[in-house]
């Protein structure tokens, strides 16, 4: 089914290339200004995330997850020819979060082109934070309806990831919260990841692209750095461990598909 | 004249000229003038971003001392800041908040809050628009999440009037509560203590012998720390105060998560010491006489201890009592009467 679908879209883009090929080839078939859709569909190393199911890590933890939050911002899509759209960082931070379903982000106003690539922040950065009451808008109460704001540190969680977990040692299931974000001033765990879309996503007045990233919830404490929750299960600032997590988290999504069309159905 | 040369910020805020729709007449919300001392370094604050104006900071002045910003209604933020202290819990080793809880730390000024970049003991925050946040949503101060404040503010039409007369867009949300709060802050300014008149030259104040010899050995013994006339370089710094063991504040590691910040707490401002007892962030002094004799003799040697105070002697500030008692006299003339007096500021 998948390979059929991408041959169709394979041809698809082909004839739309051919039938231009006779103008000035830099895309002016796509007009005006468009959406894009960005999906995240949380999973754990290549299964659905479902909240409340448990999943064994490469750690030997078994981890039942309650609660994954996270923000991203700052996107920016790149095309072939390297021009770089940047969305409008007063509009640009989203709250994602497994258990309201509200997993989708949608740039509105982008224009036409053919986006090769797609980078984006997991947080807020700090030039952000410091615009003080004035840039942080609906942002700060939208984090503190989805447990994402952080009263102590007077900031944001960047990422809330709950449940319980077992292990060979623990056995009686307990309590873990991974809470990551940044250290007042001193410590800045805001990162972006950069991730190749596979296909371009054509956007214009009637091109809708949807971007169907998969973030592999497993990475955040089993990527390339190895967290054991049974050596510490609430880790909320550590200086040594929070960077760390933050680069796993970073580093958790990939591009699954591209659904080019009018962005009603994927 | 020429000894006046505080550099004053005189902009007038002409709003809604021609295109005034009419919906609400802002044109009396004039900008209001924030000081800034010719002796003061210079503010750190935004103030373009959050100009005060005369209704933004009268709604800032009626959150500060509105008990609805808490879960029970009663803590305000007036509750523990009061002015005639420089805005501090006089008399209370620890604030306690809403239910008689007791928090860990003592509660300190809100002194000249423009000038800094970093907010409360541990630096929580490095954005005054955004402390407010810290005292609301704590358990054992207010207690009360910033939704639930804004859910009794927009119940109420007094609050609906007085946001939409200080914002344009008059919104009752989080971004014109916090900003209202901050202009408050910002305006106050304490800089007219004795102090400051002697060193701007003003009013041919001048200090006493004692007094002078005090500031001569509070700039060799204490400037380090206590710099600039903010009377604090706003760092962390471990003063070698012994660990309360019941407690075990670990001060700005909380925030930054570093075994290197361990026991580090924010160099407080000098200003209007001597109505601030009780002293230190967790208010275990009961006077500067105390303070001084802890600096001479008490400074505890651990990791993290500040650098400044050790020396080829041992640990701590050497001073003898005359030198103390100098100090204490020096300390004295930051008082600032106009300040806590100031109407402007007052809650009734």
Request: proline letters at 3%.
């Amino acid at each position: 089914m998948k390979p059929l679908y991408k041959l169709s879209i394979f041809l698809f883009l082909f004839v739309i290339v051919t039938s231009c090929s006779d103008d000035d080839s830099s895309g002016d078939d796509l007009t005006g200004t468009g959406m894009v859709k960005i999906e995240f569909d949380n999973s754990v190393a290549g299964d659905d995330l479902i909240l409340g199911s448990s999943y064994t890590n490469s750690q030997n933890e078994t981890l039942t997850i309650d609660r994954l939050n996270y923000i991203v911002s700052n996107f920016r899509l790149t095309d072939a020819d390297g021009n770089v759209y940047t969305y409008p960082k007063d509009q640009g931070y989203f709250i994602t979060s497994e258990e309201t379903g509200n997993t989708e982000v949608v740039l509105v106003d982008v224009p036409a082109g053919r986006y090769t690539s797609l980078t984006f922040g997991i947080g807020v950065d700090q030039e952000k934070y410091l615009l003080g009451a004035e840039g942080q808008g609906d942002l700060l109460t939208e984090a503190e309806s989805t447990n994402m704001m952080w009263s102590w540190q007077a900031g944001y969680k960047f990422l809330n990831f709950e449940g319980t977990f077992t292990s060979a040692t623990v056995t009686d299931a307990t309590d873990f919260k991974i809470h990551m974000g940044s250290h007042g001033s001193s410590l800045d765990n805001y990162k972006e990841t950069t991730l190749s879309l596979g296909t371009e996503a054509l956007v214009s007045d009637d091109m809708t692209p949807i971007v169907h990233l998969v973030a592999n919830a497993g990475n955040i404490l089993d990527g390339n750095n190895k967290i054991l929750l049974t050596e510490q299960a609430v880790i909320m600032v550590s200086e040594e461990k929070s960077p760390k997590i933050a680069t796993n988290t970073s580093n958790m999504f990939t591009v699954d598909h591209v659904h080019n069309g009018d962005g009603s159905s994927h | 004249m020429k000894y006046l040369a505080w550099a004053m910020l005189l902009i007038t805020l002409v709003a809604c000229n021609e295109e005034d729709g009419g919906y609400i007449d802002i044109e009396d919300n004039e900008r209001l003038t924030v000081a800034i001392p010719s002796n003061f370094p210079p503010m750190v604050y935004q103030i373009e971003e959050n100009p005060p104006t005369r209704y933004g900071f009268e709604l800032g002045k009626k959150l500060f001392y509105d008990g609805k910003l808490s879960a029970n209604g009663f803590i305000s933020c007036g509750f523990c800041h009061e002015q005639r202290f420089s805005f501090t819990h006089h008399g209370h080793q620890f604030s306690h908040g809403i239910d008689d809880k007791e928090g860990t730390r003592n509660t300190p000024s809100i002194a000249n809050m423009a000038f800094f970049s970093e907010f409360a003991w541990d630096g929580a925050t490095s954005h005054l628009d955004l402390f407010p946040i810290i005292p609301i949503t704590n358990e054992v101060e207010m207690g009360e999440t910033m939704t639930g404040v804004l859910e009794k503010l927009r119940a109420d039409s007094d609050y609906q009037k007085a946001f939409k007369a200080a914002f344009e867009d008059g919104g009752v949300n989080h971004e014109n509560f916090l900003k209202a709060i901050a202009q408050f802050m910002v305006m106050m300014v304490s800089y007219n203590s004795k102090y400051d008149k002697y060193v701007r030259n003003e009013d041919g104040v001048a200090l006493t012998e004692e007094e002078l010899h005090g500031l001569h050995i509070f700039q060799q013994k204490c400037a380090s720390c206590h710099t600039t006339d903010l009377f604090s370089d706003g760092s962390f710094r471990n003063n070698g105060l012994p660990p309360n063991p019941g407690i075990n504040d670990i001060g700005r590691a909380e925030v930054s998560g570093s075994v290197n910040d361990n026991h580090k707490f924010k160099v407080p401002s000098l200003r209007n010491v001597t109505l601030t007892a009780p002293y230190m962030h967790d208010g275990r002094f009961g006077s500067l006489e105390s303070v001084l004799n802890f600096y001479q003799n008490g400074v505890q040697d651990s990791p993290t201890l500040d650098p400044l105070l050790k020396t080829e002697e041992g640990f701590g500030i050497s001073m003898n009592d005359a030198e103390k008692m100098a100090l204490i006299a020096f300390l004295g003339t930051l008082t600032d009467e106009e300040f806590i007096n100031d109407e402007r500021f007052a809650e009734y």
